[in-house]
């Protein structure tokens, strides 16, 4: 048995643990390329079918204009990125939405809200949209920012499958990059989250400045949670003209899949995502990442407001590697 009484029995395993230390994901870190790949494709295999690739898409149904500051985003009101203010969307218009990404062949139909927290009245519009997406048959996950434990509650009686909220960063890191929330706040969302019984989709972004020590601290800190989040998002940051983190120095690739392959061994029954920044990958880096442990991605043209590889391109990226779209969350 555990010692740890907080962790649910179901997540008794020998590869589940939730009491990594820095200095052993730091020895991952530093494994041999080739060594670090091994590992984490063998746990890979023991979890998941490791030519499965689940896919889910993105709307953004209320863009830009967002009172938050953080430093990464083309949807804050603080930075000129170019992004165009539109109010909370229409429920019809995101059915049409949802419709098109199922028969492009996602499973998952993820909707986002540049909101620093939803009103109850918005929560109620956003229900709906969860309702009709469900009813066509795709899983729903919605992130709206931080929700209170009322409006969390009626999100899971409503049906709701998943909820984003990413730590982004390590909490040392964290006060770079947004200081209009806290990370403890965040923290409280993922945790009425959880509680609520809704699944826990939380990750992170890479390549903002950060170091090896803050992205071994991010994943301990998802790692270390009582529950592992059942979709683990890893996402290289897009600079996007206009926002503070706009020429921050390129990230080493290997570093990013050096990121994933950790992940994978931390949390290996989770869905790790190759999420945003692909445009930005050659098919030879995303191979790479699927070969660490990536096993879902975004998938569709765009992602919130910026660009993402082209359906048709990933669709032969996946023929050429021979993988097939499907899966749900856990392993
Ligand atoms: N406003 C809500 C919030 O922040 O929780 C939900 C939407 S927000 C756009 C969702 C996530 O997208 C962020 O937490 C961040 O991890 C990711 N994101 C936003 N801009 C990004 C960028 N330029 N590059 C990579 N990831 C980004
Ligand atoms: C996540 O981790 N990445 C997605 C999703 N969750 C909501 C968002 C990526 C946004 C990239 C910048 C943009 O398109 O605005
Ligand atoms: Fe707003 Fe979310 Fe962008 Fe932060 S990440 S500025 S909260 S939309």
């Excluded at 997540?11 to 994901?25: A, K």
């Excluded at 050096?258 to 290996?268: G, W």
């Excluded at 991605?297 to 097939?324: A, C, E, Q, W």
Aim: hydrophobic share 35%.
């Amino acid at each position: 048995m555990s010692a740890n009484p907080a962790i649910s029995p179901i997540q008794i395993s020998p590869s589940i643990r939730h009491n990594w230390q820095l200095d052993e994901v730091q020895d991952l870190f530093a494994l041999p390329f080739s060594d670090l790949i091994y590992k984490a494709q063998s746990l890979h295999r023991e979890n998941f079918d490791p030519n499965e690739i689940q896919v889910s898409s993105l709307l953004s149904i209320k863009t830009g204009s967002c009172s938050e500051d953080c430093g990464y985003c083309p949807q804050s009101a603080r930075y000129d990125a170019g992004v165009t203010f539109e109010a909370l969307m229409p429920v019809d218009a995101v059915l049409k939405a949802a419709q098109k990404a199922k028969d492009q062949g996602a499973s998952r139909f993820c909707m986002g809200a540049a909101w620093r927290r939803p009103k109850d009245r918005d929560i109620e519009r956003v229900i709906e949209m969860v309702q009709g997406v469900k009813a066509l048959g795709l899983e729903t996950c919605v992130t709206l920012g931080m929700l209170t434990d009322q409006q969390t509650l009626r999100l899971k009686e409503g049906g709701l499958d998943y909820y984003n909220h990413n730590l982004d960063t390590s909490e040392e890191y964290y006060s770079e990059v947004i200081t209009t929330r806290t990370y403890q706040d965040r923290l409280e969302t993922l945790a009425r989250v959880r509680d609520a019984g809704i699944n826990v989709c939380c990750g992170g972004i890479i390549g903002m400045g950060e170091s090896d020590m803050d992205r071994s601290r991010l994943l301990i800190e998802l790692a270390n949670m009582p529950r592992h989040p059942e979709s683990v998002p890893v996402n290289m940051l897009v600079q996007v003209e206009g926002t503070p983190l706009m020429g921050t120095p390129a990230l080493d690739p290997i570093i990013f899949i050096r990121t994933i392959a950790v992940a994978r061994i931390m949390m290996p029954k989770s869905r790790v995502r190759l999420s945003a920044g692909r445009s930005k990958m050659s098919d030879e880096m995303q191979a790479l990442c699927f070969l660490a442990g990536a096993n879902s991605i975004f998938y569709g043209d765009k992602l919130l407001t910026t660009d993402n590889p082209v359906t048709n391109h990933d669709l032969d990226l996946f023929d050429r590697l021979g993988v097939h779209s499907g899966g749900s969350s856990y392993g």
